[in-house]
């Protein structure tokens, strides 16, 4: 089971919003900066979000994130077809001394 | 441009050692943390370990300490994940990835390798 806790799936309409989730505990999400990857289908991961809400140059505005507490969000607006992916949150988890990643969320655009 | 270049796909059998490289290219090597993720088939990525290049110092996951270990030779700015024994369970995509800058608390994995494949069956 991984440390920090995704749905495993959400989808909705092209053109729409979505939200995913991802909590964690006091001693990663509550301490650590979050951050998102997007992995198309075949591809490595890319870094879509980090520290917690700011975009790398390059990735569109349509992608933003944000934190509380234990948990962040990871919210996708104008979902394009382009944008079906397995998206992962990742922190660091002070306990384990060790990086930590939700179990993925695979997002499809009907 | 910072670029993590991974070397080729494996095929290996039970009980063999392994070491899969990753070569780093356009920045100062020792600038930050390389770490390695494993993704078994069909599944998620799952954190393992990061080195600091400058002075080797390691943090392992807990799920991977003692079963591979890993290095780097600042002389050729490459990292190294390894394995003496393999099992068929160690059957999977590795992916290099810099994970922030040494001294500070950046955590975020940026650039990714592009993956080395690991296949291990008798």
């Known amino acids: 089971q991984s440390v920090l806790t995704q749905p495993p799936s959400v989808s909705a309409a092209p053109g729409q919003k979505v939200a995913i989730s991802c909590s964690g505990s006091s001693s990663n999400i509550g301490n650590s900066h979050v951050s998102w990857y997007q992995q198309l289908p075949g591809t490595a991961p890319k870094l879509l979000i980090y520290?917690?809400?700011k975009r790398p140059s390059g990735i569109p505005d349509r992608f933003s994130g944000s934190k509380s507490g234990t948990s962040a969000t990871l919210d996708i607006t104008g979902l394009q077809t382009g944008d079906e992916a397995d998206y992962y949150c990742g922190t660091w988890d002070s306990s384990l001394s060790a990086g930590v990643f939700g179990g993925g969320t695979k997002l499809t655009v009907l | 441009e910072v670029q993590l270049v991974q070397s080729g796909a494996e095929v290996k059998k039970p009980g063999e050692s392994l070491r899969i490289s990753c070569k780093v290219s356009?920045?100062?090597?020792?600038?930050?943390?390389i770490s390695w993720v494993r993704q078994m088939p069909g599944k998620g990525l799952e954190w393992m370990a990061r080195?600091?290049?400058?002075?080797?110092?390691?943090n392992y996951s807990p799920s991977f300490q003692g079963h591979v270990t890993i290095s780097v030779d600042k002389s050729i700015n490459t990292a190294y994940l390894q394995w003496s024994s393999l099992q068929a369970s160690d059957t999977a995509m590795y992916y290099c990835?810099?994970?922030?800058?040494?001294?500070?608390?950046?955590?975020?994995?940026?650039?990714w390798g592009q993956g080395t494949l690991v296949t291990v069956s008798s």
């Open positions: 080195i600091d290049p400058g002075d080797s110092y390691t």
């Open positions: 356009g920045d100062s090597f020792t600038r930050c943390w």
């Open positions: 520290e917690n809400n």
């Open positions: 990835a810099r994970q922030g800058l040494v001294g500070t608390t950046e955590n975020w994995l940026d650039p």
